[in-house]
Each structure stands twice: as C-alpha cells, then as structure tokens.
C-alpha cells in the first residue's frame, strides 16, 4: 500500500459490500486518488475509526454522521453522497382502510418499529409522530431489534415491521420509503395489502464523511472523482447498482439537523 | 405544488385512476415515462391518498426525482422529474419490421433471417437471440468457434428442420416384440453388431457435443445443428444398447473400436472433424445400416438401422456442406485436412482390417445360421459391403470438391473401424 492512498471505512452489512469496494478501488486508483476500503461491522467501531484515524473517510449512515459529527464538536466534512441519500424519509403502513385520518389517532395503538439504532425506521418515526401530536407514552412499541449496529441498512428490521403490520401484531408500522418501495419492487408478499398512510418530511441519509484535519485539496480531488462516477459507464452500473446509486452529490449538513435534535432528544447522543 | 417546478416544464400527465403500484401503476407509469425526456417532468392523478404518498419513494428507486405533490380534496397530483440514466445501456430498439417470410404457413429457419450471419461476430459476445439489441455491461464470453468459414454450410437452416421434423422415439417406434424367438445363434451375433454401432455412436455423440458450447451463438443455426446431432446419437446410442438388450445376448465392447474412437476425439479442429467423423465415419456407416437393415432377422433391428440411417445422411449432408463451403473459401485447406486424416492413419497403425469378432457378427447375422451355403451367402454380402462402403467413400469424398487421386489417399487413410 502506498503512503498516498487514502483508507475508507464502511460497514459490512451484505457479502455485496465486497464487490461494490472492489470495483471503486479501482475506479478511485484509475481516477488519480487511490484509496484502499476497511470494513467494520458496526458504525459504532467505524465512527471510533473515522476519529482515532485508522480510517479517513468513513461512509457512514445519517445516525452514525450525526454521533461522528457529534463527538468531533463539529471538525467534520461531508465529501458526498447518493442521489437518493438527499430526499430519504419515513413512512408510515398500515394495512389498507385502517388509517384513522390523522397521525394523532394512531394514540394508544401498536407500532412496530426496526432496530433502534436506524434513524429511519425508529429514532426519527418517534421524533416526528410526536412533532405530529403523538403521544409516545401511549404508544405500544413492537421493537425489531434485529440488525443492531449496522442502522437498518440491511432491511430486515423493515421486514419484520411490515410482517407485524400485515399480520395485525402492530396497527402501524415505521420504516424508509426507500425499503418500503424496494420491498413492493421485491414483490414481498406482506405488504400487498399494506398502504403508506404517512410520509416525513425528508431529511439526509448516507454521507462520507472526513475529519477538518484531512488535507482539502486532497479530499476536494477525491469528491471529484466520486461526483465522476458514470452511471452508464457499463464497467460501473453494477457496482453503483448494488450501492442503491444513480448519481453522486456533494452533500451538506442541512438534511441532518432532524435527526440531530431526534438523537438528543432520545439520548442516542448527549 | 413545490415552487421550485414551473408549470411550463409539465410535459406529460397521466392518470393512474385506480391502479395502485404494486398492482400494475408501475408498469403505466414506465410506459409514459418512456415518452418524457430525461430531465422532463411527468404529473401522475391519482385519487388515493396512500399512492400518492407512495409515489416518491418509487420515483426515487426507479431512478427519477420526485418534484412536487398537490393534495386536493378532488385527488393527488405526483410530478417526477425523469431521471437521467439510460434504464438499458444499449441503443433503441429498431422500429418494427415485416418479420421473416412464411413459406406454406411455415416460418423456416433457413428464412428467419436474411442472407447468411456476419462472417466474424464479436467473440465476446453473449447469448443474443436473432434481432436482439445487446446491452453492455454483461461479463464477456470467449467462444472459440467464432468464425463462419469454419463452421458454416449453406443449407445448415434446412438441415435443423429436417433434423427437427424426423424426431423419433426409440421406446415406442421399434416393433420390440419382433425380437422374440430368434436362436442362439442369430441372436448372438445381432448382440455383437448392436454393441458395435452402440460403441461407435458415443464417439458421434461426443465429438459434436464438444463443439458446441465453443460456438459463437451468433451462429445460432451451427447451435441448434449441433443439438440436434447430439440428440440425434443420444437416440442411436439408446436405441442399439436396447437392441443388444433385448434378446438376452451381450457383446463385446471392443478395443480396436475404442482406439479408433479415441483418435476422433483427439481432433479439435471442427472442419477437419467433419471430414473424419460426418464424411468418413458416419458416412461409411450408412453403407452398414443399410446393410443391417436388408439383412437383419428380426423387423426391430431392421427398423432401428432404418431410422438410424435416416438421421445419419443428414450428418453426412452437413459435413460435405461444410467441407465443399470450407474448400470454396480456402482450397488450401486440403492440405490440413489430408494431414488431419494422416495424423489420425499414424494412431491406428496398429489397427489391420475391420476387427474379425464383427466381420464374423455381421456374416452370421446375415446367415442366419451356421449352415456352410448360407454363410457362403453372407460372407459373399459382407465383402460386396466392403467395397460398396469404399465406392461410396470416394463418391462422398468427391462431393466434398476434394480431386480423385485426394479422395483415394483419404479413403485408404480411413480407419479400418469403419467409424
């Protein structure tokens, strides 16, 4: 490994995050900023690794951006991120004609939420229904704890809420409209009978992230080359495929400051 | 509706009206979004509250970006703005055409496309079916056999139809019944023939069954020929093994055939294959079937030679074919072929004359007994097969375009296996 090349850590959630690696360390070293992947199991231990600097560039998810953020008092920059990172949101299902006409009437009913470290499917679905007139505290959660640290990337959190909801175990169920949609695309057979009867505002998800201490010319040539990637470059579609991406943004921290206030007011940060 | 999106970008509208995604809408929706350019903006009407709702989230997986959402007492609007990306990457599909022509209600494959293939398609091309338009991005494949001299005959289309028009079924079309009742004698001998042509049929399925995955599948009609082949040898292996079965005799699997069969399997050149094995080997045992049929004892062996026979011509058809075309192109390819016939002459050296265990299987056979004036007969029929198979060598060989005095050294040069 030479001393120029730059280390990026992402989280393993799925055996794909190998081929998706493998294919942009080249791209990057074909682009003039060779740059080596690390994968970590959890973002707890990349964000550690962001900071101590075993890694310099952590792509990281909105939750594990706003405790890295969080931690290094604001010293941090966001190189870039996907097209469908800028406009992610919650969504609401229940099955079909049991909505109750507003969120507040979802008081004192079952939620099934995903794991309670994704933003999307349980930190911010809290944080808006009580924005909402929700009242949490009469709110029976049906937490799916199932893929703790990696922050619902992985989608089977999501799963188990939909089944919930279809199989009436939960009235409501909280997930990202990006899971939601993929599951329809999936022809998943729980949520052929369930309808989206709520959706957030949007907000931010992934980003890569670098500390203020990285060189910015240095980090300013690799956002090049990322913001570079061509989807119909045929030796990248599928990679950026199974990265969920079209087309690389420059990001900036407006999108996250929702799930900011949402992680104190939990204390998932303080 | 967002502020940000003027009215006059509005290219197209669409009204989902019940349709729900999941349940067909998305399917409209790519349709109409196939009429907006890249960057063009589509409004979707729907009257449902939770498709509207949906509706971003499925812009945003299909590649597009949600813009704007008017929630109104009468019904949603969605607006999308088309994405970018090419959903394919490979060029528009040509605008419709006339199809290939039937000739008497039949679409024919030597008709389905006009003229013959491109004479070196990309070898690294994939399984594209005739017409199709090939997206990039799939893994390259390498075929070996990518060149139409090499492979090509000009009635290759007619020949899949033949091969395809006279399948049979080597279970129900032979009178099996007609085994019963022969002696020992007889039956025995048919034993030793049948495992013969069974022994020999595994090399004629093998060799073609080896040059096919090596085929450029732009040569589609080589590919459905060469199944065809297999099949074809599949059938003939099966329907001899079950004659040698079927009347309670076995044979010999002999080793002289074993080695004269090694040595086609040694030959990786597909024309060269075509001369050793269609043109000599299969051709020579036409003169055989046909003899088996005229002489066998029983209707079963009769009419398992007689359909064997039948798809055999067509095997030698191609390989004269592919040599006359080979030859057309290239008539210095004589030279590699007379040599591929004498590198495979120098393996057999050891062989002299058809092994005497089926010379004697085929006289009996014929004779039906063991009596002195019918295996007079017999042998008296088995030598004029032996040269009938040299003539129609030579007349085969000639038909190929090879001159007199080539066509004798190759028919000297030919195994004394037969196959």
């Given at each position: 490994m030479s001393g120029a090349e730059l280390r990026l850590g992402a989280v393993a959630y799925h055996p794909r995050i190998v081929t998706i690696w493998e294919r942009f360390r080249t791209y990057f070293a074909d682009a003039g900023v060779p740059t080596d992947y690390i994968l970590f199991s959890n973002y707890e231990r990349l964000v550690e690794a962001v900071l101590d600097g075993t890694v310099e560039i952590g792509w990281n998810t909105n939750t594990a951006y706003v405790a890295l953020d969080h931690?290094?008092?604001?010293?941090?920059?966001?190189?870039?991120?996907?097209?469908?990172?800028?406009?992610?949101?919650?969504?609401?299902?229940?099955?079909?004609?049991?909505?109750?006409?507003?969120?507040?009437?979802?008081?004192?009913?079952?939620?099934?939420?995903?794991?309670?470290?994704?933003?999307?499917?349980?930190?911010?679905?809290?944080?808006?229904?009580?924005?909402?007139?929700?009242?949490?505290?009469?709110?029976?959660?049906?937490?799916?704890?199932?893929?703790?640290?990696?922050?619902?990337?992985?989608?089977?959190?999501?799963?188990?809420?939909?089944?919930?909801?279809?199989?009436?175990?939960?009235?409501?169920?909280?997930?990202?409209?990006?899971?939601?949609?993929?599951?329809?695309?999936?022809?998943?057979?729980?949520?052929?009978?369930?309808?989206?009867?709520?959706?957030?505002?949007?907000?931010?998800?992934?980003?890569?992230?670098?500390?203020?201490?990285?060189?910015?010319?240095?980090?300013?040539?690799?956002?090049?080359?990322?913001?570079?990637?061509?989807?119909?470059?045929?030796?990248?579609?599928?990679?950026?495929?199974?990265?969920?991406?079209?087309?690389?943004?420059?990001?900036?921290r407006e999108g996250y400051a929702s799930l900011r206030t949402a992680m104190l007011e939990q204390s998932v940060i303080s | 509706m967002t502020a940000d999106r003027k009215q006059a970008e509005v290219v197209h509208r669409v009204d989902a009206e019940h349709l729900e995604l999941g349940g067909g809408l998305e399917v409209l929706l790519a349709a109409a979004l196939e009429r907006v350019a890249p960057g063009g903006v589509l409004e979707i009407r729907t009257p449902s509250r939770a498709v509207a709702l949906e509706l971003p989230g499925w812009a945003r997986l299909a590649g597009h970006e949600p813009v704007g959402e008017d929630h109104r007492r009468d019904g949603h609007v969605v607006a999308i703005r088309r994405g970018a990306s090419a959903r394919i990457l490979a060029g528009p599909l040509p605008p419709r055409d006339l199809g290939p022509t039937l000739r008497e209600g039949e679409l024919r494959t030597a008709d389905w496309r006009s003229g013959a293939p491109p004479p070196d398609p990309d070898p690294r091309a994939g399984f594209a079916p005739l017409g199709a338009v090939v997206e990039t991005g799939a893994?390259?494949?390498?075929?070996?056999?990518?060149?139409?001299?090499?492979?090509?005959?000009?009635?290759?289309?007619?020949?899949?139809?033949?091969?395809?028009?006279?399948?049979?079924?080597?279970?129900?079309?032979?009178?099996?019944?007609?085994?019963?009742?022969?002696?020992?004698?007889?039956?025995?001998?048919?034993?030793?023939?049948?495992?013969?042509?069974?022994?020999?049929?595994?090399?004629?399925?093998?060799?073609?069954?080896?040059?096919?995955?090596?085929?450029?599948?732009?040569?589609?009609?080589?590919?459905?020929?060469?199944?065809?082949?297999?099949h074809d040898e599949a059938r003939h292996i099966e329907v001899f093994t079950k004659r040698s079965l079927a009347g309670g005799h076995h044979g010999y699997a002999l080793a002289s055939t074993e080695l004269s069969l090694s040595t086609l399997l040694d030959e990786h050149d597909f024309t060269a294959s075509s001369l050793l094995l269609n043109v000599l080997g299969e051709g020579t045992f036409l003169d055989l079937l046909r003899f088996i049929e005229t002489h066998a004892p029983d209707a079963a062996t009769a009419?398992?030679?007689?359909?064997?026979?039948?798809?055999?011509?067509?095997?030698?058809?191609?390989?004269?074919?592919?040599?006359?075309?080979?030859?057309?192109?290239?008539?210095?390819?004589?030279?590699?072929?007379?040599?591929?016939?004498?590198?495979?002459?120098?393996?057999?050296?050891?062989?002299?004359?058809?092994?005497?265990?089926?010379?004697?299987?085929?006289?009996?056979?014929?004779?039906?007994?063991?009596?002195?004036?019918?295996?007079?007969?017999?042998?008296?029929?088995?030598?004029?097969?032996?040269?009938?198979?040299?003539?129609?060598?030579?007349?085969?060989?000639?038909?190929?375009?090879?001159?007199?005095?080539?066509?004798?050294?190759?028919?000297?040069?030919?195994?004394p296996n037969l196959m």
């Open positions: 931690r290094a008092q604001g010293a941090t920059r966001i190189l870039g991120m996907r097209d469908v990172d800028r406009d992610w949101a919650t969504v609401l299902v229940m099955r079909k004609g049991q909505w109750p006409g507003s969120v507040a009437g979802l008081n004192g009913r079952v939620l099934a939420l995903g794991s309670r470290d994704s933003g999307h499917a349980a930190i911010l679905p809290l944080h808006y229904l009580a924005a909402q007139g929700v009242d949490l505290a009469t709110l029976r959660l049906r937490r799916f704890d199932t893929d703790i640290g990696k922050h619902g990337d992985t989608g089977d959190s999501e799963l188990h809420v939909v089944r919930a909801v279809a199989e009436g175990k939960a009235d409501a169920g909280a997930l990202s409209a990006a899971y939601f949609s993929a599951f329809r695309a999936e022809s998943v057979p729980a949520v052929a009978d369930l309808e989206v009867v709520w959706r957030s505002p949007d907000y931010y998800h992934c980003n890569f992230t670098v500390l203020d201490a990285l060189d910015p010319e240095l980090s300013e040539r690799w956002s090049e080359a990322l913001l570079a990637m061509d989807y119909d470059d045929p030796s990248l579609r599928a990679a950026m495929d199974l990265e969920g991406v079209r087309r690389w943004y420059p990001g900036d | 893994p390259a494949q390498h075929w070996a056999l990518s060149h139409g001299d090499a492979i090509w005959a000009d009635d290759v289309g007619e020949l899949v139809d033949q091969a395809s028009g006279q399948q049979w079924d080597a279970s129900r079309d032979i009178p099996w019944e007609a085994v019963q009742g022969l002696d020992n004698t007889t039956e025995r001998a048919v034993a030793q023939v049948m495992t013969f042509l069974a022994q020999n049929e595994y090399a004629a399925l093998y060799v073609p069954a080896g040059f096919l995955p090596q085929v450029n599948p732009q040569f589609v009609e080589v590919v459905l020929w060469l199944g065809s082949h297999v009419t398992a030679a007689r359909l064997a026979h039948r798809d055999e011509r067509r095997h030698v058809h191609f390989g004269i074919s592919n040599i006359k075309r080979a030859l057309g192109v290239d008539p210095d390819q004589v030279g590699t072929l007379v040599a591929a016939a004498e590198t495979r002459a120098a393996k057999l050296v050891s062989l002299s004359g058809l092994s005497p265990i089926l010379v004697e299987a085929l006289t009996v056979m014929a004779a039906r007994s063991l009596q002195p004036a019918d295996l007079s007969d017999a042998a008296a029929d088995v030598r004029t097969l032996m040269r009938t198979m040299e003539r129609n060598r030579l007349r085969r060989l000639g038909a190929c375009g090879f001159s007199a005095a080539t066509a004798r050294h190759l028919s000297d040069l030919h195994t």
